[in-house]
């Protein structure tokens, strides 16, 4: 299993607008090889000494992390779809602009890795 994480800062007051837009991402991801997608806002994020999540991208005032993942069986299959999901006409129809600029977020400030599975404790 491979995995891609972001860390996101969304305003406060789009909390509804930014589970619309991964609610609506899911059926495109899944059409392309995702195996599951959480998205998790914000309940109890401290400010460390050093460094942590709202430093790490910048979060003003008034914003909310969301921490969020999404599995694949494979790296190769998470990096094959990212094309073929950008190209795909739901992603225009769905989330406006390609820039990004109609997001309830601001994208230059996600930070996204991928990380290959080193253990997977499951219930």
């Given amino acids: 299993m491979y995995v891609q994480g972001f860390v996101i800062p969304v305003p406060e007051g789009k909390k509804d607008d930014y589970g619309e837009v991964a609610r609506k991402f899911w059926p495109i991801a899944k059409d392309y090889g995702a195996l599951s997608q959480v998205e998790c806002w914000e309940a109890d994020v401290n400010d460390g000494t050093l460094t942590d999540f709202r430093r790490a991208v910048k979060a003003e005032a008034g914003e909310r992390i969301v921490f969020a993942w999404m599995t694949w069986p494979d790296r190769e299959t998470a990096e094959a779809s990212h094309d073929k999901i950008m190209a795909d006409p739901r992603m225009s ?12 977020f601001d994208g230059k400030r996600m930070i996204i890795g991928g990380f290959e599975t080193l253990f997977v404790g499951e219930v």
């Fill in 93 to 104: 129809e769905q989330f406006g602009n390609p820039d990004g600029s109609d997001m309830p």
